[in-house]
């Protein structure tokens, strides 16, 4: 469940969402086309390559990380900001290994994170 999780999640996905299946944006309301994210390719994992299987791990790890992190409730401005720091960081970890789990290349990296 966290592999799916960490997918779902990550920029790549939020870009193919909004590609596929976005109809509406009104204020802060997005209406979505529910049959069309049905196109979203969840990447199936071969746990028979050991590669695969290893992203899945780590994956699945950097999300429980972040789930762990959401947590924590900080008591200082600096407690908070290195919090932030560590969410950020894990938030890009895991848009690295779904990247690599679908093949992305350095240009497409740079269209899905809007460079």
Same mark, same amino acid.
């Given at each position: /469940?966290? %592999?799916?999780?960490?997918?779902?999640?990550?920029?790549?996905? $939020? %870009?193919?969402? #909004?590609?596929?299946? !976005?109809?509406? $944006?009104?204020?802060?309301?997005?209406?979505?086309?529910?049959?069309? !994210?049905?196109?979203? +390719?969840?990447?199936?994992?071969?746990?028979?390559?050991?590669?695969?299987?290893?992203?899945?791990?780590?994956?699945? =790890? !950097?999300?429980?990380? =972040?789930?762990?992190?959401? #947590?924590?409730? +900080?008591?200082? +401005?600096?407690?908070?900001? /290195? !919090?932030?720091?560590?969410?950020?960081?894990?938030?890009?970890?895991?848009?690295?290994?779904? %990247?690599?789990?679908?093949?992305? $290349?350095?240009?497409?990296? #740079?269209?899905?994170?809007?460079?």
């Amino acid at each position: /469940m966290n %592999y799916l999780l960490g997918i779902l999640n990550s920029n790549l996905a $939020t %870009y193919l969402v #909004k590609a596929i299946a !976005l109809d509406l $944006t009104v204020g802060a309301f997005t209406k979505f086309r529910t049959n069309q !994210l049905a196109r979203l +390719p969840i990447h199936t994992i071969n746990f028979s390559d050991l590669s695969e299987k290893a992203a899945h791990d780590r994956i699945v =790890m !950097l999300v429980e990380r =972040m789930l762990a992190l959401h #947590k924590q409730s +900080p008591r200082t +401005p600096q407690e908070k900001d /290195m !919090l932030q720091r560590e969410i950020e960081a894990t938030d890009q970890a895991i848009d690295a290994m779904v %990247y690599q789990l679908y093949g992305l $290349t350095d240009v497409e990296i #740079k269209i899905v994170e809007g460079e």
